[in-house]
């Protein structure tokens, strides 16, 4: 592992009134202006700008009208589930009389609106189909829906194939087109979005003369959450929506069933950061998604009952630690695979399978062998009648979707179907034309990746002083953010002086250290260690990545290091 300093522009731009530190850390995530950083509602771009969006009001406000009955379909993690909750309380706020939702089974109807989706829609007799973080790569879903008789709104954000389907309005900023200049939010923020386009077309109809307008404000602590979950790009436009979001738990006043699965994780939230919402509440919310079904998800975050709402969250978390146990096994089967495979031999782009690999984990065994290795990683499970189902996950620099397109141009009869993202993405095809997808992916990422972009690299945004280590800081740069993808959190470097090491838990290492000059006494964190390398009693000094972090503990607080990275001095 590489630490290398992240650049910085030439000329550091003005800020306000911030410290130096802060304008350089601003600075080097690309904010130009202090306009940038202003976190109102106000800032927030304009839902004119989205293409489709008279169309999909339009529809609305006459599915409103005519007390239609409406089916929101949605995916089956946090983004989608989030999304489908947005839009079935958005639209009750704005008086809609029949809305309900469905949400695919992911082993028994994959992902998007499918035919078949739309056969088990049809039983509930709906006017009008709204799809949430998906649609719109559904293009036969849609024809479905339209032989049926269905009006059809599709809201997403995943890119677009070859062909869009017909669907009667269309609402995703990255369509050809789109001219709404954040391309980056999530299927949350886009039904979001369509909300706040309905309720000023409401307005201007007059429905709200003599009654008050509803607060979309009520909804965006699940924006926060499904945007942060989804991992999509925080630039100014996300944060705003986060910090928003942020701001509403922290005061709480978040959706009972968000509150219950941050108790039961024993989260405080009034000190929540947008990390908790990544790594605290998405995982147990996608957790039902990958094991069981995401209506537990869905019906927890709607439930306006405390006493259920705390009992589904119980429930969301024993499924978040049933998911870890197998992930933790496929873990251990996918490094058996590798271990004897030398560095040098290693595909450039990893594809690993095993018959037993549960469907709903395999895009996190992505995640973790991508971490590990460094490289563009597909993981694949049996899907059933001769098909397997992948996940990949990319590293900067590999637009994974794109990869996938190459291969399927090149390769026409490989791949059955795919969609996603820059960074990750799914794919289905014939389990016998696994050994040559695996050839081709490795052609397609050496083609675009040299043997030097496959080293892990940490960016740092360089070392602190010693009168630096103080609670202010830390607490500053907490409330700084949100941080999140593209806009990381601020990650430090410098050689310490290792005074006590153990571990806690099964693979944390606790340490006691001192500055290199010896001036200050810190205690530090670093998560998921390899045990085969620490603790090390031999080990004086090292060098860390970090990031400064503040640590309550009885009421008292107290800095502490987040330790992304160590290696002996």
Request: hydrophobic share 45%; net charge negative; aromatic share 6%.
């Amino acid at each position: 592992m590489r630490i290398e300093p992240r650049s910085l522009p030439p000329t550091l731009p003005f800020l306000g009134d911030l410290p130096p530190l802060l304008t350089r850390l601003y600075a080097a995530r690309g904010v130009q202006s202090a306009e940038e950083l202003d976190k109102s509602l106000a800032r927030l771009l304009p839902f004119t700008l989205l293409k489709g969006i008279d169309a999909a009001v339009d529809l609305l406000v006459d599915a409103l009208a005519k007390r239609q009955r409406i089916l929101i379909v949605g995916d089956f993690d946090a983004d989608g589930a989030t999304a489908s909750s947005v839009g079935l309380l958005g639209l009750r706020l704005m008086g809609a009389a029949h809305v309900d939702y469905l949400v695919p089974n992911r082993f028994e109807y994959g992902y998007g609106l499918t035919p078949e989706i739309v056969a088990v829609a049809l039983q509930r007799s709906p006017d009008l189909l709204i799809t949430v973080d998906n649609g719109i790569s559904s293009v036969d879903g849609v024809a479905a829906a339209k032989a049926a008789g269905l009006k059809v709104l599709v809201t997403d954000h995943h890119l677009p194939g070859h062909e869009l389907p017909l669907a009667d309005a269309i609402v995703n900023p990255n369509q050809p087109g789109c001219e709404f200049p954040s391309k980056s939010l999530a299927g949350v923020g886009v039904i979001f979005y369509v909300l706040m386009a309905l309720r000023t077309r409401l307005r201007g109809l007059g429905h709200y003369d003599s009654k008050p307008q509803p607060n979309l404000g009520e909804l965006l602590d699940l924006v926060a959450l499904g945007s942060v979950a989804d991992v999509v790009p925080l630039d100014a436009n996300n944060r705003i929506l986060v910090h928003q979001g942020l701001e509403r738990i922290r005061a709480g006043r978040a959706r009972p069933g968000l509150k219950a699965i941050l108790e039961v994780a024993r989260r405080d939230h009034r000190r929540i950061t947008s990390t908790d919402l990544g790594f605290i509440l998405g995982p147990r919310l996608n957790a039902a998604g990958r094991l069981d079904d995401m209506s537990l998800g869905i019906e927890c975050l709607l439930s306006d009952d405390e006493t259920l709402a705390r009992d589904m969250a119980v429930q969301l978390d024993e499924l978040n630690q049933d998911r870890k146990s197998i992930e933790q096994g496929m873990q251990r089967e996918a490094l058996a695979q590798l271990k004897d495979l030398p560095v040098e031999s290693m595909p450039f782009g990893l594809c690993l399978f095993e018959a037993d690999w549960h469907q709903g984990v395999i895009g996190i065994l992505a995640s973790r062998l991508k971490e590990r290795y460094h490289r563009p990683t597909i993981a694949f499970a049996d899907a059933g009648e001769g098909m397997l189902k992948g996940s990949a996950r990319s590293v900067p620099g590999f637009h994974i979707r794109d990869a996938l397109d190459a291969v399927a141009a090149r390769h026409p009869q490989l791949i059955s179907k795919f969609g996603g993202h820059a960074m990750a993405a799914g794919l289905s095809l014939p389990a016998e034309n696994f050994p040559a997808f695996a050839e081709a992916f490795d052609e397609e990422v050496r083609r675009q990746l040299r043997e030097e972009d496959l080293t892990g690299r940490l960016l740092s945004d360089g070392t602190l002083e010693v009168q630096e280590f103080h609670l202010e800081l830390a607490r500053a740069l907490r409330n700084a953010g949100p941080w999140g993808q593209h806009f990381p959190e601020p990650l430090f470097h410098g050689v310490f002086q290792l005074v006590e090491q153990r571990v806690v838990g099964e693979r944390h290492l606790k340490v006691v250290l001192k500055s290199e000059c010896g001036a200050v006494k810190l205690d530090g964190i670093a998560f998921g260690i390899d045990r085969e390398v620490w603790p090390n009693p031999t080990v004086r000094w090292v060098e860390l990545a970090y990031k400064l972090d503040v640590n309550e503990f009885r009421g008292q607080e107290t800095v502490q290091l987040m330790i992304a990275h160590m290696e002996p001095r």
